[in-house]
C-alpha cells in the first residue's frame, strides 16, 4: 500500500501530436501536474524534507518556512502537514489566488510580499523567509534557490525518468528556471550519459537570467517586472549551475499565455503559464532543427492554478494581451 509521498515522481513524457511546426520534429512534454500537489516542486520537497529529518535540522513539532512563488510552498504545506509541521510561506503578491487559497486549505500560514521589492530589500519575499527562520525556534527553511538538495532531487528522479521514457533519444532539453534546480539537475544527469544534449533555459522577459549568460554580468536588482509565475529571477541563485547550460531563449508573457492556451486546445495539456513559456522556445527550435530532431520540455504545473489569471480573458485583456 502505498503513502502519498510514494506517488511523487514517475510523471508521464508525452509526445505531441498537432504544435510541432516541422512533422520532422518529436517534442516530448514532461507532465509534472501528475505530482500531487499539481507541480514538479513536490519532487524537491519531499527530498529535502527527508534529509533534513534524517540530520535532525527538522525535529518533530518543528516549523518548516519557505519563500515560494506558490508551487513549492504548496508541496511544503502538504508534506509538512501530514507529518505535523507548522508551515508559514512568504511569497510575492502577484501569485495567483489559486495558489494561496490552496496552500491555505492544506493549513499553512502565508505572508505575502511586493513583488517590486527588490532583492536587497527587507520586504522582498526571500529576506522574509530568511527573518522568520531567525526569529522562531525550532524552524527549518527550505532554501530551494541556494539549497544543492534541490537540482539533486532532480539528478535522482526527473533526470532517470526522462532518460528511459525517451529511450535514450534526446537532442534538446528545455525547461524553465526560477532556482535553477530543475535544468541543473535533469541537465546534469542527461550530458552525462550523452554530453552532445543541449540544455537550453526559457527566460521570461524581465527576468536577468537572459542578460546574465549572454552579457557575463550579474545584472541583481535590475530586472523589470512580468506577469508569468514562478520562473525567471531577479538575482543569481546557487542551485543554477551554469556550466550545465547551453543556450538561454527569451519569450515574453504573451508568448508564454498564448502557448500555454494552444497546449490545452490542440493537444490537451492543461499547463501554467511557465509551461507555455518553455514550449514556446521548444517550438522556435524546432522551426530550425535537423529532421530527427528530439526536444523534451519540462512543463512544471497545472493550469487549474492560474483560472482566475492566463486563461481568463478579462484578465488577459487587461494586461494588454489578445487572448
Known amino acids: 500500500m502505498q503513502s ?4 511523487i515522481g514517475n510523471t508521464p513524457l508525452v509526445k505531441l501530436q498537432y504544435l510541432s511546426p516541422n512533422p520532422d520534429v518529436t517534442i516530448l512534454a514532461k507532465l509534472e501536474y501528475f505530482n500531487p500537489t499539481g507541480s514538479i516542486k513536490d519532487r524537491i520537497v519531499v527530498h529535502i524534507i527527508k534529509r533534513a529529518e534524517h540530520c535532525g535540522r527538522l525535529a518533530p513539532g518543528g516549523t518548516i518556512i519557505e519563500a515560494t512563488s506558490g508551487n ?4 511544503a504545506a502538504m508534506i509538512g502537514g501530514v507529518k505535523g509541521y507548522r508551515v508559514i510561506l512568504t511569497m510575492p503578491d502577484k501569485v495567483s489566488k489559486e495558489k494561496q487559497k490552496t496552500l491555505l486549505a492544506f ?4 505572508r505575502v510580499a511586493p513583488t517590486s521589492a527588490p532583492p536587497d530589500s527587507p520586504e522582498h519575499y526571500v529576506n522574509l523567509a530568511k527573518r522568520l527562520e531567525a526569529e522562531i525556534p525550532g524552524s527549518f527553511r527550505i532554501n530551494q534557490y541556494d539549497n544543492p538538495l534541490n537540482p539533486e532531487a532532480h539528478y535522482l528522479t526527473t533526470g532517470p525518468e526522462i532518460w528511459r521514457q525517451a529511450e535514450e533519444n534526446i537532442d534538446y532539453l528545455v525547461a524553465g528556471g526560477s ?11 542527461l550530458k552525462e550519459r550523452d554530453p552532445w544534449i543541449a540544455a537550453v533555459l526559457a527566460d521570461p522577459a524581465g527576468s536577468i537570467y537572459h542578460d546574465y549568460f549572454h552579457g557575463g554580468k550579474a545584472a541583481v536588482g535590475v530586472g523589470t517586472p512580468y506577469r508569468v509565475e514562478g520562473v525567471g529571477e531577479d538575482h543569481i541563485t546557487k542551485a543554477l549551475d551554469w556550466s550545465l547550460i547551453d543556450n538561454v531563449v527569451r519569450y515574453t ?3 508564454a499565455f498564448r502557448t500555454a ?6 493537444e490537451g495539456i ?3 503559464g511557465s509551461s507555455g513559456g518553455s514550449m514556446w522556445v521548444a517550438l522556435e527550435i524546432a522551426k530550425t532543427a535537423l529532421s530527427g530532431t528530439v526536444i523534451v520540455v519540462v512543463l512544471p504545473d497545472s493550469g487549474l492554478k492560474y483560472l482566475s489569471k492566463i486563461y481568463d480573458d478579462e484578465w488577459l485583456t487587461s494586461e494588454g494581451i489578445t487572448p
Open 261 to 266: 492556451r494552444l497546449l490545452a486546445r490542440k
Open 107 to 110: 493549513g499553512a500560514e502565508i
Open 270 to 272: 492543461f499547463a501554467g
Open 253 to 255: 508573457d504573451a508568448d
Open 179 to 189: 532556482t535553477g534546480g530543475t535544468i541543473s539537475g535533469i541537465g546534469r544527469y
Open 72 to 75: 513549492t510552498g504548496a508541496a
Open 4 to 7: 502519498l509521498m510514494d506517488t
